[in-house]
């Protein structure tokens, strides 16, 4: 069935684990990560925060990154790997045009490894300046979060 999973701020967080099984391929998640506690960057409709999910298929995200847009939030590295969540906040990251505040990075170790959700502040010049880990998703590459989740998956605050 559909679980939701409700984050609190990151200080009070801690790191959840999440297991996900057979997911990959056509396989959709249903499940629902609900970050509503959080504010991020991004427009809103009707007092709701638009989720706007981007896959960054970059080798080098130290460089800038020309796909990104204003307003996205929700972002997925598939090929820019970072051992921690103070790697990817120590790192010289160019989201310049996602805008300025909190987003989230779903990024991994390397390609065979689980995925995890960090809470990330931008900084003007698209710089990742502070990065909290806020869950690690069992079972799931971030290839398979690239095609298994989207914006549905996700409620921003």
């Known amino acids: 069935g559909i679980d939701t ?13 999440i297991v996900f099984s057979d997911v990959g391929g056509s396989n959709a998640v249903e ?3 609900d970050f509503s506690a959080i504010t991020f960057v991004g427009g809103s409709t009707s007092g709701t925060k638009d989720e706007v999910f981007k896959v960054f298929s970059d080798a080098n995200v130290a460089v ?17 790997y970072f051992a921690s969540a103070t790697a ?3 790192a010289n990251t160019k ?6 505040g909190n987003v989230l ?19 003007d010049d698209g710089d990742v300046i502070t990065a909290t ?6 079972g799931m590459t971030v290839d398979h979060a690239a095609t298994g989740l989207s914006a549905n998956n996700f409620i921003l605050g």
């Open 95 to 100: 989201f310049t045009d996602c805008g300025t």
């Open 88 to 90: 990817l906040a120590t």
């Open 64 to 80: 800038d990154v020309l796909t990104e847009t204003s307003a996205q939030n929700i972002l997925v590295l598939t090929r820019s």
């Open 133 to 138: 880990d806020m869950a690690v998703l069992i």
């Open 105 to 123: 990075i779903l990024y991994a170790n390397s390609s065979s490894e689980d995925t995890r959700i960090a809470l990330c502040g931008l900084n």
């Open 31 to 33: 499940d629902i990560l």
């Open 5 to 17: 999973y409700v984050f609190s701020i990151a200080a009070e967080n801690g790191m959840d684990s």
